[in-house]
């Protein structure tokens, strides 16, 4: 289980790997930084040369001083343009290759791991935090090399050129300087981490607003929940004053900065009437001292953006790294099993929650053709045990095999195209019917899909539809009813033609006429294969061969049930 705050130790180390492969491009365009850092360090002696040119009216110095000021300015524009460009390409790619790494790990995720994260979230670990990533890059990296080279070089400027007001500026200005950076560190861990962690929780709670909109409208919840979330949002415009608080010490570095430049300029000008120090001197000194503040106060302003990135970068870490997030499946491709055979479940357990199992040594047969009703109260695991048999959820002991093999060695496709399952709440896509209905694998075209609809008895209900297949479905299908769903679960079911095929049936309500068609669909699919309904009706019930009931935790065999006709294989 991922926290909302992803531990943070040695995260900028955890990241590196992800680094790794583009170290040349990153390495090549640190070196153009450092050649832009040098340039800026160079300004200030130039200055100084002039300034000395000027007051010895030496019109060759000041003209070699000018041009070579001119110089070190356009190097320092075409390396910083150029560092731009390289950097921004290799944040791109850093972000490209982690958003294929994040959605591969998604999509390969077990079903308990997503089940158990709000969407919001791991929305955010995948777009916003990997974003924070290329932002590291582009900007956060640099600016450490600049910083940390503009410091270097600059500190060695004021010791060439007076080491007496080197030392007034290291013993006076810069430790007061170094105390108000290092509370600005202090509170800003706790502030920046604490409002990425409020602006998660709000992402969170927007996304399940859109998604819950139903329950929220009808079911009387919506004054709780906009409570909730004018809460959240409360929270977060407090973690962001926290985080204003912080920054204000920034400004301390700053007055401590106007402070040294004054002491400095009047000290210098002392040490140039005393003829000690040359007036270009002077004016490198106060320029480079001006550097070294700015220095330190990017420096601390870096300290921040870190400590942002540094939470960003441990959720989408934490992410990629979880446990949770190890695939499911495995790689065969299923060569040499029959197209038809049996389902076996061997001393099957699982639990939701650590401790506390829905299902427990569950032991059950499906012969090839077999036809079986799972029933048990509410809550008592029926779609737990068809998740099970589907291999969505991999049981926590024992196994599930198809003809010996474990579903677990199988790979995604050969697992589907073995044993398929229609869930109660069959997930439609935005587009047309015939859109949701190649989402099988494989792909199917057209004449396909037109053939299954046919061979399943459906095609009155396609033509029904004001464009047949092209009728678009809605928003994630909102213009299907829960029975026409369901159709469309059998539909695919009935183009992967699958050796087991496991349908929870829908709780909700379903009109005749579409119950009628779905019956008469699931008795076609139903032909020489295993077909294992979790049913909710009982008139299902009459129409299948044994029935398996479903207890605390355990299964039982009931009483057998003679099948109707309309079940029968043809
Ligand atoms: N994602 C989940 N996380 C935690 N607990 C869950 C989850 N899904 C189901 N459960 C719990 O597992 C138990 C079995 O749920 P399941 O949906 O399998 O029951 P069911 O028999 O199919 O119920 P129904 O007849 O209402 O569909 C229930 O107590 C349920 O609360």
Known sequence: MLAERAPEARVFRRTLPYLRPHRAMLAGALLVVLGCAAAVAATPPLIGRAADAIVDRDRGALAAAVAALAVVAVAQIALARWSELLLMRAGERVVRDLRDRSVERLTHAPLRFLEAHRTGDLLRRTTSESAELAQFVRRDLPNLVVITATLLLTTAT????????????????????????????????EAFGGQAAAEATVAATLSETLTARELLRTGGALPGWLARARGENRAVVAAARRTARVEVNIELVSLIEGAATAVLLGLGAWLAAEGRLSVGAVVVFVLASRALFEGLGDGSQLIGELQLARTGLARLVDLLESPGGRPITGSSGGDGLPARGELTVEGAAYAYLDGTPVLDGVDLRFPPGDRVAIVGPTGSGKTTLGKILAGLYPPDQGR?????????????????????????????????VADNLALVPGGPGRAEIAAAVERLGLRTWIEGLPDGLDTPVGMRGERLSAGERQLIGLARAGLIDPAVLVLDEATADIDPVTAGWAERALGELCAERTLIVIAHRPATVGLLARTVRVTGGTVAEEAATAPTASMERP
């Open 158 to 189: 004021l010791v060439v050129y007076s080491w007496l007001l080197t030392l007034v500026v290291a013993v006076v200005f810069v430790p007061p300087a170094l105390l108000a950076l290092r509370g600005f560190r202090r509170g800003a861990e």
């Open 400 to 432: 599930v095999a198809y003809c010996g093999t474990d579903l677990r060695e199988l790979s995604g496709t050969a697992l589907s195209r073995l044993v398929a399952l229609v869930p109660q709440e069959v997930h439609i896509l935005t587009g047309t």
